[in-house]
């Protein structure tokens, strides 16, 4: 028999009796439909993860102030800033470093015309802008004279601009921060978080120098970022920055460090490997699925060989050989799981579009995906049909046709 007519012969069969072949993929179905919804979900995990941490640019390290200890007592992290502006310039020379950028932020009611809400506030110089490769969408970012100079400008995300500004052009707009008015020189572009978990498109940005905090002492920030020239030189960067602030601090020996360096690579790495166990997890529930489908598909098949086993006589009684029936009971094994494999990759389709109407993440089913599923699929219908199809082409054609 050629393939075409295995395969027309599998689907006579396995239309002779719909309800049960139905019932039998139907465990092949939702193991197909688990695996690629799930290795789909752990990929958008990963792309999520990625685009959120790009947000914050390539290769970056964040110091923060660490756990100063003070009469014996270990006191709560950042409640004593001790990082300077002069720390930032400082790092900003290191050779391993492309760059280092300070902020202060705060938390400050914002007044636009009438209304008004609360609103984090970052106070940062242009080469924050920079390093975290933000983008201006209309009109100009912050520059090193606004700094300098204490200029009361500031530049919003694109969300705060609709929701403010949504019938007029947001530039030029005066917004009261903490009741001293700034004036809108940019709005900036793109979504995703930023280190604090603020949304980019909700930021709101003046030049450091104007932030209205009052600090212990002029120059203090509450961390500064700073950006590696390259992946392979991170580690000489962590080092770099940490032996020049415990010079600049005064920390010698055995001393703790008063401040704290973050690794966002590592973060994101952390992300990733949780997400790809995550995958892998509900993948092999959707494994168990398959292999439970898979005992089902055969204890059906083995059924349907004792009840066609006056069939298997007449077809070898007229010039069948053993490896025909052996070929046609293992089609028809492959076809129901093939099938099943479809209606599954359909679900799991439908699967990812009620995902994507959540909004939280998108998630789309790869063609490397469909192809590995699909071929999973055959290979269940290969294994658990073979031992039904030998059985098959075991039997005796006398003694089949003894059969009532």
Known sequence: ???????IEALRALNGNRLRSALTMLGVVIGIASVLLMLSVGDSVR?????ELSVLGSNQLIVQPGTPVDGGVRRRAGEVPNLTVDDARALAQLPSLRGAAPALQGFFQLHYGDANSNQTVLGVTPAMM????WQIDRGVALDERDVQSANRVVVIGSLLARKYYADRDPLGQVLRLDGQPFTIIGVMAGKGRTLDGTELGELVLVPISAMP?????PGLVHYISLQARSASQMDDARQDAEELLRDRHHITGDKKDDFAITDLASIAETGSAIARGLSVGLGVIGAISLLVGGIGIMNIMLVSVSERVREIGIRMAIGAKPRDVLWQFLGESVVLCLIGG???LGLAALGALGINALDKVVVSLSTQHVIVAVGFASLVGLFFGYYPARRASKLLPIECLRQD
């Open 130 to 133: 920079e390093l975290r490769n």
């Open 47 to 51: 792309a999520f993860i990625a685009k």
């Open 1 to 7: 028999m050629s393939p075409l007519q295995i395969f």
């Open 342 to 344: 479809l209606i599954g």
């Open 213 to 217: 905090l009052r600090l212990a002492r």
